[in-house]
């Protein structure tokens, strides 16, 4: 069974659209991060949180928002759906100060914004 | 600032060896994870380091110098599904993700 799940796995919308990408562990980890994967930029942090109800900012949070309902769960909301929000989605979770932690990794989602 | 640089491409043959190569920068240093992504897939965690020197975990290694910034990812008896993309990443001092490399794409070849 694996440990991180996300949902939808490919997903497209309109400019100005409403997404929710979701995230589930059941890894029992604390830490939980949203990054985005472009070519040639690589893998950026968009959120992060240590525990439900906590959220911190990453790298490059403008146009996102993200909730920690649960230690399972971490959402990532885009009210306003952007072409520039065209990207792969990673969620990850680690179980320590995340920071140099071994972070396991979903199968990402595809977000493609027309 | 905040830094992390590898080189593009990699090419080597089947049964030898590829050393994948890293240099970063940044304020203060908590130490380096290595992943490997195939292609259209998630990162996988392969190792982390944080102290100077080799450590081998048998057909990964990887090596650590603090002082020049420099890390690398040695892959031996290479064998084709080692094709992949090889990514370092570092913590910054400002947030409890990692920053990541653009990842070094590794192709063997028989």
């Known amino acids: 069974e694996a440990a991180v799940t996300q949902s939808p796995r490919n997903k497209v919308t309109v400019t100005g659209g409403n997404v929710t990408l979701s995230c589930r562990q059941t890894n029992s980890h604390n830490y939980m991060y949203w990054y985005r994967q472009d070519t040639g930029h690589g893998l950026r942090l968009i959120h992060y949180?240590?525990?439900?109800?906590?959220?911190q900012i990453g790298d490059v949070p403008d146009g996102y928002k993200a909730t920690r309902t649960t230690q399972e769960d971490f959402f990532l909301l885009l009210e306003l759906a952007s072409p520039s929000q065209t990207s792969l989605y990673f969620c990850?979770?680690?179980?320590?100060?995340?920071?140099?932690?071994?972070?396991?990794f979903g199968p990402g989602t595809r977000l493609t914004v027309l | 600032g905040q830094g992390v640089e590898q080189p593009a491409k990699l090419m080597s043959v089947e049964g030898t060896f590829a050393r994948v190569n890293c240099t970063y920068s940044?304020?203060?240093?908590?130490?380096l994870s290595w992943y490997q992504q195939r292609e259209g897939q998630a990162p996988v965690f392969l190792s982390y380091v944080v102290l100077d020197g080799l450590k081998d975990s048998g057909h990964f290694s990887t090596f650590l110098s603090r002082s020049n910034g420099y890390s690398y990812l040695l892959l031996t008896e290479l064998q084709i599904k080692d094709s992949a993309s090889y990514l370092c990443?570092?913590?910054?001092?400002?947030?409890?993700?990692?920053?990541f490399g653009l990842g070094t794409r590794v192709s063997v070849f028989p």
């Open positions: 990443a570092v913590p910054p001092f400002y947030a409890q993700g990692l920053t």
């Open positions: 990850a979770s680690s179980d320590r100060r995340g920071n140099y932690a071994e972070q396991f």
């Open positions: 949180s240590y525990g439900a109800g906590n959220l």
């Open positions: 940044t304020s203060g240093f908590n130490g």
